[in-house]
C-alpha cells in the first residue's frame, strides 16, 4: 500500500510558517537592544590594581597584566599587589596556563589550584580558571600569586586578573567562549551520530561510507575543541584528562585525515598514506612514553606532532595537485574543496598555539562544519545512487575453520592456489624441491635445507588474493593487473608474519621476486640486500616457470633456459648461485620426484599446531575479500569474454584449429523496430547453436559482449572448419525466417586457422581483421585473414557496403498513402521538412562513418563503446537541424546531409572528427569516412 503523503498546500504553508519565524527571530535579535546587564562587561569585573613581579634576585618590578615575562621553564613568577581601600569583590579569579597557581593574602595562603595528586601524568597542571574567595575586610592588604609551570610556552605567563562576583566573571566567561564550546558540542553530536549513522548504512547497503571516517575526525575535532574550551573545567569532573586528550589528538589525528583522504581517493595513494599513519604512530608512542615517563610533556613534545600534521596535510594537497592535472579529482571535488578549506583553517589554528596563549577552536570547528555540511550532500548522492542501482550481492562465503593444522596441510593450501593455474600445478613442490638442492651445494645444514624447502613451498602463497581472471589471463596485462600480480609478495608475507616456527617464511614470500640489480618488487632491494633465502628461491622459481608451459607460451628448450640463467647474471639472479646452479645442470644434478610430490613428505611438527588457526585465519580472510564474478552469460549459456578467453587459449596450445570472430548484423535495428525481446531471442538463437558445436570438449566458444561471438575449432582444413560455420550460419537463417521480427538479423564471421601453441592476442586480432573485412564488403558470410592476406584485401574500398546500405534504405523508406505518423513523429517530421524547405536546392548526400582500430590493436568492449559514445555526440553536435544520423552498426554511423556543394563535405567531416578527438582520449581508433549522393541511388 502506498504511503499516506501530506498535500503540497499544505506542506508549503507549514514551511513558509517555519521561515517566518526563524526569520524573524534573527532580526529580532540583531536590531532590538540587549538586554544584559552592564555589570558583566570585561571592564567591571577586570582587576585594575597595578602588579609588581618579585623576581627570585630580590628585584621588584611593575609589570602589566596580562603579559607575558621571561621565566625559565620550571621557575615559580611571584605577583603582588596591594588591594584598593574600596575592594568589595567576593572573589578573585585567574586563569592558569599549564600552571600551579597559589593565592596569598597578607602572606596566608588563600586558595590553591595544585592537580598533582589528581592528574594522570605530567609535570603541570591544566589551564583553567582559578577562584580566591575575597572580602571587604581584604581591602587594603597585600595579595600574592604563585605561578609555576614547566612548559617554556607558558612560563612567565600571567593572564587577565578578575575580581568580582564569582557568577558576574562566569557569565563573562561564557559569553566570550560559549560559541566556540557550543559549536564543539554540536560537532561531537553530529560526528557520534555520522559514525553511528553511516554504519547502519554500510550494514544496510553492504558497502563502507566515507562519511564514517568524517565522523571520527569531527570526533577528534570535538574533543580538542572541548579540551581547549576555557569552560572544561564545568564540563567534566577531571579536566586534566581532557587537556591531556587535546594533545593526543593532535598526534593521531593525521591517522583520522590520512584513512580519509585514502578512502575519497580511492586507494590510488594507499602507500604514502600508510607510511604517514605509520610515522604518526610512531610519533605517538614516543610521545606518550616521554609523558609517563616524566621526560617531556606533551607540551613540549606538541612540535613534533604538529609537524607530523603538516607533512600530512602537504601530502594531501599534494595529491590533490596530481589528481587535479591528471584530470582524477572529478570524482571527489565537493570532498577536496571541503579539505582544502579545513586543513587550511587547521593549519591556521594549530600555528595559533606560538602567537596566543589560549586557542578558542573557532577555525577547526568552522572547517569541520564545512566538511560536515559537504559530506552530508556526498553521502546522500550516494545513497540516492545506490538505491537506483542496488543489486543483489552475493552471500559471503563461509569460512572453513579447522581446530588442528599441520605442515602439510599448508602444502595442500598451497596446492590449492595452484589450482587456480592449470599451468601452475605442480610448480611450488617443484620449486621447493629446487631449493633445496640449491642450499645443500652451498653447505648448509640438513635442517636449514628442510626449513627452506618447507618455507619455499609456500613462497605464492600471496596469490591467493589475485583474481582467477588475471592469473589465468591469456593476452597482456594492464598496468594495473601486473600491479595486482606483483601484490602477491605482500600479501603472502602477510598472511605468513604469525608463523614463527619456520625460517625464511616471510622473506621468501616477499622477496622472492626481488633483482639482484634492484630492479625488482615491491621493496626494490638490491644485491645482497635480498635475503639469501630469496635469492636462491628467485633462482628456483625462475629455472621451473622456463621449463614449464604457460597459457601464453610453450616451455623453454634447455639451451635456452641455461643461456636466460647465464646472461641475467648479477641482473636479475645472484651471479654466484646462477652460475652454481647451472654448473649443477651441466653436471646432471638437478633431479628431482617430479610425479610423486607426495613422496616427499614433508616433517611432522607438533609446534605448528598451536599457530595453525591463525594461519587459516589470515588466509580464509584473504579468500574472502577477493571478489568473483559469474564465468557464464546468462542470455546465451555461453563463457562470458574473460573465462572464454581462457578456455580458448588454453586450447590453441594443445591444438591445431581455427579462431572465428562472429558477429550479428543489425542487432540495434532488431532492438529498435521490434524491442529488446526480439534482439535477446536472436542472441539466444545463436547462443544454442553455437553451444551445440562445442559439445565436444576440444571446441570452445564465448559471448565477447553485445553481438560479437568468438569459437575456437580444433580442425586442421578448412573444409572442416567452413562446414561447422556452414552449419551455424543456415541453422541462424532457417530460424530467422521462421520469426519476422529477427528477420534482419544476420551473420558475419572472420577466421584465422591457427597451429598449436600460437598467441591468443596475435590470431584474435587477425579473425577481428577478417571480420572487418566482411562487415565492410560483404555483410552475411565469412572470411579467412589467411585469403585476406592471398587476395592483399586490408585496405580494401568500403563504397560497395555504402552503396548497397544507401539501395536498402532507399527501398525501406518507401511507402503508399499517407504517412501514417503518432502526433510526436508528426511534430517532428513537420520541423525537419520545414528546415529542409529553406534549402530545397541542395543536394542530398548520405556518408558512412567507420571506427577502424589501428592495426595490431586490440580493444576491449568498454574502450569500444566508450569510442562510439564520442563519435556520436561530435555528430550530434556538428550537424544541423535538418541533418540527419543514426547508428547503423556496432562500428559505423549513416548521415544524411544538405550541402550546396560537394566539396563541403569534408569540412564538415573534419569539424566532427575534430571534436571527436577531443572527446576521446584513446588513439586505439581512427575514424574514415566515405560519401555518396543519393540521387545517383537507382
Excluded at 595528586?117 to 577562584?131: I, L, M
Excluded at 638442492?437 to 613462497?459: C, F, M, T
Excluded at 534482439?679 to 553485445?706: H, P, Q, S, V, Y
Aim: proline share 2%.
Amino acid at each position: 500500500m502506498d504511503r499516506y503523503s501530506v498535500s503540497r498546500t499544505k506542506r508549503s504553508l507549514f514551511y513558509l510558517m517555519m521561515a517566518f519565524l526563524i526569520v524573524g527571530f534573527i532580526i529580532a535579535e540583531c536590531i532590538l537592544p540587549s538586554e544584559r546587564s552592564q555589570s558583566v562587561s570585561d571592564n567591571n569585573i577586570t582587576y585594575e590594581g597595578c602588579f609588581t613581579w618579585e623576581k627570585s634576585d630580590g628585584e621588584r618590578e611593575a609589570i602589566e597584566v596580562p603579559g607575558r615575562y621571561d621565566v625559565k621553564p620550571g621557575d615559580t613568577m611571584v605577583i603582588t599587589t596591594v588591594l584598593p581601600d574600596d575592594f568589595n569583590a567576593s572573589v578573585m579569579a585567574i586563569r592558569a596556563s599549564l600552571q600551579t597557581v597559589r593565592f596569598y593574602v597578607d602572606g596566608s595562603l588563600r586558595a590553591e589550584y595544585d592537580t598533582k595528586d589528581t592528574r594522570p601524568f605530567g609535570k603541570d597542571s591544566a589551564s583553567r580558571y582559578v577562584f580566591c574567595n575575597m572580602s571587604e575586610d581584604d581591602a587594603g592588604k597585600e595579595l600574592r600569586i604563585e605561578l609555576t609551570s614547566h612548559a617554556s610556552n607558558y612560563s612567565g605567563v600571567v593572564n587577565t586578573v578578575y575580581c568580582g562576583d564569582k557568577s558576574d566573571i562566569w557569565t563573562n566567561i561564557f559569553h566570550n567562549s560559549s560559541r566556540e564550546t557550543i559549536i564543539a558540542f554540536f560537532i561531537f553530536f553530529a560526528a557520534v551520530v555520522s559514525v553511528m549513522f553511516s554504519i547502519a548504512l554500510s550494514i544496510v547497503y553492504k558497502t563502507h561510507f566515507d562519511m564514517e571516517y568524517v565522523g571520527w575526525c569531527m570526533l577528534l575535532g570535538a574533543i580538542w575543541m572541548l579540551g581547549e574550551s576555557k569552560l572544561r573545567q564545568m564540563l567534566v569532573p577531571n579536566a586534566s584528562v581532557l587537556a591531556a586528550m587535546c594533545f593526543v589528538v593532535i598526534l593521531i589525528s593525521p591517522i583520522a585525515v590520512s584513512i580519509y583522504i585514502d578512502s575519497i581517493q580511492g586507494g590510488r595513494y594507499t602507500r604514502v598514506y600508510t607510511c604517514i599513519e605509520a610515522l604518526a604512530a610512531v610519533n605517538f608512542i614516543v610521545c606518550t612514553s616521554l609523558q609517563l615517563f616524566g621526560v617531556c610533556d606533551y607540551i613540549e613534545t606538541l612540535p613534533a606532532g604538529q609537524g607530523m600534521l603538516a607533512v600530512c596535510c602537504v601530502v594531501v594537497i599534494t595529491t590533490f595537485i596530481i589528481d587535479i592535472i591528471k584530470h582524477r579529482a572529478l570524482g571527489y571535488r565537493p570532498e577536496m574543496v571541503a579539505m582544502i578549506v579545513a586543513l587550511v583553517l587547521a593549519l591556521i589554528e594549530a600555528a595559533s598555539v606560538y602567537f596566543v596563549v589560549t586557542m578558542s577552536g573557532f577555525f577547526i570547528g568552522t572547517g569541520l562544519i564545512v566538511i560536515l555540511f559537504v559530506n552530508i550532500i556526498v553521502t546522500i548522492k550516494r545513497i540516492s545512487e545506490i538505491e537506483y542501482k542496488r543489486q543483489k550481492e552475493e552471500s559471503d562465503r563461509l569460512r572453513n575453520q579447522t581446530e588442528r593444522v599441520s605442515l602439510q596441510m599448508m602444502k595442500t593450501l598451497a596446492a590449492t592456489i595452484e589450482a587456480k593455474d592449470d599451468y601452475m600445478r605442480g610448480h611450488s613442490y617443484r620449486v621447493a624441491e629446487y631449493s633445496a638442492l640449491i642450499a645443500k651445494q652451498l653447505g648448509w645444514s640438513e635442517h636449514d635445507v628442510e626449513n627452506l624447502r618447507n618455507a619455499a613451498y609456500l613462497h605464492d602463497i600471496g596469490k591467493i588474493g589475485v583474481p582467477d581472471t588475471i592469473l589465468n589471463k591469456p593476452t597482456r596485462l594492464t598496468d594495473e593487473e601486473f600491479a595486482a600480480i606483483k601484490s602477491h609478495t605482500v600479501m603472502g608475507a602477510d598472511i605468513l608474519k604469525d608463523i614463527t616456527l619456520l625460517d625464511h617464511l616471510v622473506d621468501i614470500a616477499r622477496n622472492h621476486h626481488e633483482r639482484y640489480d634492484g630492479k625488482g618488487y615491491p621493496d626494490g632491494l638490491v644485491g645482497e640486500e635480498i635475503p639469501l633465502s630469496a635469492r636462491i628461491v628467485c633462482v628456483a622459481d625462475s629455472y621451473d616457470a622456463m621449463r614449464s608451459r604457460r597459457i601464453y607460451r610453450n616451455a623453454l628448450p634447455d639451451e635456452e633456459i641455461r643461456r636466460e640463467l647465464l646472461d641475467n647474471c648479477s641482473t636479475q639472479f645472484d651471479p654466484q648461485i646462477s652460475r652454481m646452479f647451472v654448473d649443477m645442470l651441466d653436471k646432471g644434478m638437478v633431479v628431482i620426484d617430479e610425479d610423486n610430490p607426495a613422496a616427499q613428505g614433508y616433517r611432522d611438527n607438533a609446534a605448528i599446531e598451536s599457530v595453525a588457526d591463525k594461519f587459516i585465519s589470515e588466509v580464509m580472510k584473504t579468500m574472502s575479500s577477493q571478489e568473483k564474478a559469474d564465468s557464464v552469460d546468462y542470455l546465451t549459456g555461453l563463457y562470458m569474454r574473460s573465462r572464454g578467453q581462457q578456455v580458448i587459449a588454453a586450447l590453441m596450445q594443445d591444438n591445431d584449429g581455427c579462431l572465428a570472430f562472429i558477429d550479428m548484423d543489425n542487432l540495434k535495428k532488431v532492438n529498435d523496430v521490434h524491442g529488446h525481446k526480439a534482439g535477446d531471442r536472436a542472441l539466444k538463437l545463436i547462443g544454442n547453436l553455437l553451444a551445440k558445436e562445442t559439445e565436444n570438449e576440444t571446441f570452445a566458444a564465448c559471448r565477447i559482449g553485445g553481438d560479437e561471438f568468438l569459437i575456437f575449432m580444433p580442425y586442421s582444413d578448412r573444409a572442416s572448419v567452413e562446414s561447422v560455420i556452414k552449419r551455424i550460419f543456415e541453422g541462424f537463417e532457417s530460424a530467422r525466417e521462421a520469426d519476422c521480427e529477427i528477420k534482419e538479423a544476420a551473420l558475419s564471421a572472420g577466421l584465422c586457422m591457427t597451429t598449436k601453441g600460437a598467441m591468443f592476442e596475435s590470431d584474435y586480432t587477425k579473425a577481428d581483421k577478417a571480420l572487418y573485412y566482411v562487415k565492410q564488403n560483404c555483410k552475411g558470410s565469412y572470411f579467412f585473414y589467411e585469403q585476406l592476406l592471398a587476395d592483399n584485401k586490408e585496405n580494401t574500398n568500403l563504397s560497395a557496403d555504402l552503396r548497397n546500405v544507401a539501395k536498402l534504405l532507399k527501398e525501406s523508406g518507401s511507402y503508399t498513402g499517407a504517412l501514417d505518423l503518432n502526433y510526436r513523429e508528426f511534430a517532428r517530421i513537420y520541423e525537419f521538412v520545414n528546415n529542409v524547405g529553406d534549402r530545397h536546392n541542395h543536394n542530398c548526400y548520405l556518408v558512412m562513418v567507420t571506427m577502424n582500430t589501428l592495426p595490431e590493436q586490440l580493444a576491449d568492449i568498454e574502450e569500444i563503446e566508450k569510442a562510439l559514445d564520442c563519435m556520436e555526440q561530435s555528430i550530434r553536435s556538428k550537424i544541423r537541424k535538418v541533418d540527419v544520423c543514426t547508428r547503423y552498426s556496432s562500428m559505423q554511423y549513416l548521415i544524411i546531409l544538405f550541402e550546396p556543394q560537394e566539396n563541403q563535405i569534408p569540412n564538415v567531416m573534419e569539424r566532427i572528427f575534430m571534436h571527436y578527438y577531443k572527446l576521446c582520449d584513446r588513439e586505439d581508433f581512427k575514424p574514415q569516412y566515405e560519401y555518396i549522393k543519393m540521387t545517383e541511388v537507382k
